[in-house]
């Protein structure tokens, strides 16, 4: 029988586990699993920073529905992804990250780049672990797996010391694991489905909220079909968006705050009551909003709001199961009620205020215009990919999803530097569909390496810069008696030329001040075939309107 090295091993594991693709940055001592991995015909797509490898195959693990790898050196390669894994972890998304470690049989003795990098990765995993013996990293590889990608998905870290990776074994000797079953659909009991219709039914003012636990469990059809049926308002969290195309009826995203504050009875699929839905608490909620709340997760039910009734399973498989029971038990919310009237009210005023802030022509621009810009020529099964804080936020708004798992941005964790990672999976994953990576200046800063990336791997990223000259909106007001002649903490360099980074790789840069710049950039990058990058003058004062409550924008 052939001798394989466990760099092969590693690299034919991942192969039967599904893995499709491997982001990394590599040296001393994963070179070789790097190599393995297109020998066996996949791609490796190396980046500039090791972040990057992290919140791509995070991204690329979401996007795909299964599970992506990264790979990076030992010591500072490893714990520059620790941010990927806690970002990873708070957006309940699987990857699994291979870290190179310093070799076993120099234990203790100051070997190059060694560090705790199994500890250093528990906080922020699911399953953390060292291959320790050369002919039993399928099975890790194949239990990693499985604690990724079953119930509330996660990150998982595997350790690989140099010396098993380079170590070498007859084939017959590796204890060789089957590709891992597809995650369960656990599915509710018969009463809970009935308690929750009939709950529905009580409701004056209900409310549909879609997050993307069920982009995760691929229950747009079932979701499309019970918003459809049951005719309630519906809004989706920032990534939720797409698993109800945008232009579906009864929408109330343009409605948000009056939903959430007057909403009697929210149905609350795959997304969780924290900051993001502003704990379900007033002023933004009501005071004794009802909830009925679908979760793989037993241990989320009730947080932070009690839950009325609970079900607790698989989104696509328990959607199915509501269906069902309105497929026998046909019922829907009146479409004559105030509720639906006052919605659709507030949804055309805000149409109203947006369209008028959309069609300035002021130079430099406001948020909004650009926007509408972008959104005029966007496919529908674009990807859209977007982080920094106006940016960010006003993007939310303005620009809509029509497919699932094609909106990523800061989530979660907030997380700024998230862009560039998602982008580059956005396009491995999405090959000859339209990736814009939408970036505010500051969140721009923490990845432009990645720009080298995109053009060496020929992945035609639109990359978008809103250009404020600074952190958040500009660079923040200092108080009246500030004289200590320092530079502002969050002022960067003003109309700083981000496209010829863009240009310096062999791509197409543009700078932006006019919206008619604007159109005709963006009417030409999306006629070229590689990357470009567009600079867009942001007004360093403009911000979005003015947030009924401050700290949404947190
Ligand atoms: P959002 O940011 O869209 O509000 P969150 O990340 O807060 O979404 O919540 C996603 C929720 O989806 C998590 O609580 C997670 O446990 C849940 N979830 C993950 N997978 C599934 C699944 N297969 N079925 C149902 N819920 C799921």
Redesign the pocket.
């Known amino acids: 029988m052939a001798e394989l090295s466990g760099a092969q091993i590693v690299a034919k594991s991942l192969a039967t586990q599904g893995v499709e693709e491997m982001f990394g940055l590599v040296g001393v001592p994963v070179v070789p699993i790097s190599i393995a991995w297109q020998q066996e015909g996949k791609p490796f797509i190396g980046v500039r920073h090791e972040q990057a490898a992290g919140y791509a195959a995070q991204a690329a693990s979401y996007m795909r529905t299964h599970l992506s790898a990264a790979l990076v050196v030992s010591g500072p390669g490893m714990t520059n992804v620790i941010s990927a894994l806690g970002n990873a972890q708070a957006?309940?998304w699987p990857m699994i990250l291979l870290g190179g470690a310093a070799n076993i049989t120099l234990s203790q003795m100051g070997d190059f780049q060694d560090a705790p990098q199994v500890e250093a990765a528990r906080p922020f995993v699911k399953w953390s672990d060292q291959a320790r013996d050369v002919r039993l990293i399928p099975r890790l590889i194949a239990q990693a797996t499985r604690s990724a990608i079953n119930g509330?998905?996660g990150p998982v870290y595997l350790d690989l010391p140099g010396d098993i990776i380079d170590a070498v074994v007859d084939e017959s000797e590796v204890q060789w694991a089957p590709r891992v079953e597809e995650?369960q659909?656990p599915m509710v009991s018969q009463e809970s489905v009935e308690s929750a219709i009939e709950a529905l039914k009580t409701a004056s003012n209900p409310l549909v909220i879609v997050?993307?636990?069920?982009a995760?469990?691929k229950?747009e059809q079932e979701v499309q079909e019970f918003v459809d049926k049951t005719g309630i308002p519906w809004l989706?969290?920032?990534?939720?968006a797409g698993v109800v195309p945008a232009d579906a009826p009864n929408n109330a995203a343009a409605a948000r705050t009056h939903v959430l504050k007057n909403a009697d009875l929210v149905v609350l699929l795959?997304?969780?009551l924290?900051w993001?839905?502003h704990f379900g608490k007033p002023p933004r909620f009501k005071e004794d909003v009802r909830i009925i709340q679908?979760?793989?997760?037993p241990a989320?039910i009730g947080t932070n709001v009690p839950t009325e009734v609970a079900l607790v399973?698989?989104?696509?498989a328990?959607m199915g199961q509501l269906n069902s029971y309105l497929d026998e038990n046909p019922w829907s919310f009146e479409d004559s009620t105030e509720w639906i009237a006052s919605i659709n009210a507030e949804v055309e005023r805000k149409a109203a205020e947006q369209a008028e802030w959309a069609s300035s022509n002021e130079s430099p621009m406001n948020y909004y215009r650009p926007l509408k810009e972008i959104q005029d020529r966007m496919p529908r099964d674009a990807v859209f990919v977007t982080e920094g804080e106006n940016t960010m936020a006003i993007a939310r708004q303005v620009i809509q999803s029509y497919e699932p798992r094609k909106r990523l941005d800061a989530?979660?964790w907030g997380t700024m530097g998230v862009g560039p990672g998602f982008a580059l999976a956005a396009q491995v994953v999405n090959p000859g569909k339209r990736v814009i990576a939408l970036e505010g200046d500051a969140a721009f800063g923490f990845g432009p390496g990645e720009v080298e990336t995109a053009v060496r791997q020929k992945l035609p990223i639109t990359w978008i810069i809103f250009n404020n000259n600074g952190i958040g909106g500009g660079a923040p007001e200092l108080p009246e008696d500030y004289e200590t002649g320092a530079i502002n903490p969050g002022q960067l360099t003003p109309m700083a030329h981000y496209e010829k980074i863009m240009e310096a790789f062999g791509g197409k840069g543009y700078y932006c001040r006019s919206p008619e710049e604007l159109e005709a950039a963006l009417d030409d990058s999306f006629q070229q075939e590689g990357s470009t990058l567009i600079n867009v003058e942001i007004a360093p004062g403009a911000q979005r309107r003015q947030q009924q409550f401050r700290w949404l924008q947190r």
């Open positions: 957006n309940c509330r998905p995650p659909r997050g993307k636990g069920m995760w469990s229950a989706a969290t920032p990534m939720g795959g997304a969780r924290n993001i839905l679908l979760d793989i997760e989320e399973g698989d989104g696509k328990v989530g979660t």
